[in-house]
T-cell receptor, first 113, second 114 residues
């Protein structure tokens, strides 16, 4: 089972920041936090990942709390094309990780004009 | 940008028939995966494949399923005798290595078993 908890749905106004929370209170020290999204039954798409430091790339920012028990994905200027289901996943990267992703139900983000 | 491709996009088959779903992973990737998503449900891991053998498989991946990399480019998922409950979207993914940060997913094959 997924080790994360996310709200089932969220709305965001176009052009505003979308902040998607994720709880992962049982995360282990060697587990990373990953975010993927799935736009309308397409294949999931990688967004960002992090271990304990905040991360930013061209798509999003990832803020991880100091105790690593929760994180927030931030889409700084949401567009209609960001409407999708967003998945928060914890996964080991090294030392025996089998690599498969365990998806939960995710958060359905609806960006509205 | 390189991408994972899958064929066919939609496959309709009768219960009990064999189906083969095809995937072309990104060319320099070494790890390959199949996932499935029943309509309205979660994406579920089926199997991972590396160096011409299965690395890991889930409980879903029973004896009715098999995977193969018949040549240097294709990666296939075979279901020997399809059941109604096999109806789902099947996604192929690939990554550069097992520890790779990113898995690249294909667009999926919608399998409908009647």
């Amino acid at each position: 089972d997924a080790k994360t908890t996310q709200p089932p749905s969220m709305d965001c106004a176009e052009g505003r920041a979308a902040n998607l929370p994720c709880n992962h209170s049982t995360i282990s020290g060697n587990e990373y936090v990953y975010w993927y999204r799935q736009i309308h039954s397409q294949g999931p798409q990688y967004i960002i990942h992090g271990l304990k430091n905040n991360e930013t790339n061209e798509m999003a920012s990832l803020i991880i709390t100091e105790d690593r028990k929760s994180s927030t994905l931030i889409l700084p200027h949401a567009t209609l094309r960001d409407t999708a289901v967003y998945y928060c996943i914890v996964r080991r990267n090294y030392g025996g990780s089998q690599g498969n992703l365990i998806f939960g139900k995710g958060t359905k983000l609806s960006v509205k004009p | 940008e390189p991408e994972v491709t899958q064929t066919p996009s939609h496959q309709v088959t009768q219960m009990g028939q064999e189906v083969i779903l095809r995937c072309v992973p990104i060319s320099n990737h070494l790890y390959f995966y199949w996932y499935r998503q029943i309509l309205g449900q979660k994406v579920e891991f089926l199997v991972s494949f590396y160096n011409n053998e299965i690395s890991e498989k889930s409980e879903i991946f029973d004896d009715q399923f098999s995977v193969e990399r018949p040549d240097g480019s294709n990666f296939t998922l075979k279901i020997r005798s399809t059941k109604l409950e096999d109806s789902a979207m099947y996604f192929c993914a690939s990554s550069q290595d097992r520890a790779s940060y990113e898995q690249y997913f294909g667009p999926g094959t919608r399998l409908t078993v009647t």
